[in-house]
């Protein structure tokens, strides 16, 4: 049976853990058809969001960085045992060093054949896909989660974006994709269960964009990534 997940995410005001939460809570209402007032967030013992009231049973998770923040949640009903989703700013990064200390020889590889304009972004992809499969199973990036497969396009493929979730190497429980997502930034979701391999993210903007020059506009010289808490 095919499942479906929505994504959405906001350009960040002044409190982005406040506005994700909202965002969470709008979002959950939305898909159980209720009223945000009545669902309620609470956290696991993993530390991930849990949704109660009336969004009970449905999973969640959320994830800032500066100048967006952006929210997962599974439908009702899917056969569906965990969601995660991560964002981060494009920005440059010692791509190599990383790649060779931390991912698969077939990922390092993705990576080192793009073009050197390109491999910061094909870092982000990597590792936005992995850290986002760690949400789904519980674990963020803990427990070695960054050499956790996540599998990589064709050398000579540029970075990409997707809707359908797709397999990760040897666990067809478990999917992701990097989702076309706000400018400036690469989002990633990815779910944990049976209907894994059938899911589609519904990605969805919340609001627009700021004016250029705000700080928090995606374009902003002085935007830097942060790692959010919610793993």
């Known amino acids: 049976m095919k499942s479906a997940v929505a994504v959405r995410w906001a350009y960040a ?9 909202n965002l969470l809570r709008t979002t959950a209402a939305k898909a159980c058809a209720a009223r945000p007032a009545d669902v ?6 993993s530390g991930r969001p849990e949704l109660l009231g009336a969004a ?9 960085t500066r100048g ?3 929210v997962a949640v599974t439908e009702p009903h899917a056969e569906l045992l965990g969601i995660g989703v991560d964002v981060e700013a494009i920005r440059p990064l010692d791509a190599v060093t990383l790649a060779e200390r931390w991912f698969t020889c ?3 590889s993705w990576l080192l054949a793009l073009p050197s304009a390109l491999r910061h972004v094909g870092l982000l992809d990597l590792w936005t896909r992995k850290e986002s499969a760690g949400k789904a199973v519980g674990l963020g990036l803990a427990g070695g989660g960054l050499r ?3 599998g990589s396009p064709p050398p000579g493929t540029a970075p990409g974006a997707s809707r359908q979730l797709t397999p990760l190497p040897g666990n067809r429980d478990l999917a992701g994709a990097v989702l076309p997502g706000p400018p ?3 989002l990633a979701c990815a779910v944990h269960g049976p209907a894994a391999v059938t899911t589609t993210a519904h990605v969805t903007k919340d609001r627009p964009a700021p004016p250029v020059g ?3 506009h995606p374009c902003d010289p002085r935007k830097e990534s942060e790692h959010d808490a919610n793993r």
């Open 184 to 186: 400036g930034y690469v």
């Open 148 to 150: 956790r497969p996540v």
């Open 214 to 216: 705000d700080p928090h």
């Open 40 to 45: 309620r967030i609470g956290r696991a013992v």
């Open 13 to 21: 005001g002044t409190d982005p853990r406040s506005q994700a939460r």
């Open 68 to 70: 967006v923040v952006a």
């Open 106 to 108: 077939g990922e390092a």
């Open 56 to 64: 009970a049973g449905l999973c969640a998770s959320v994830s800032h």
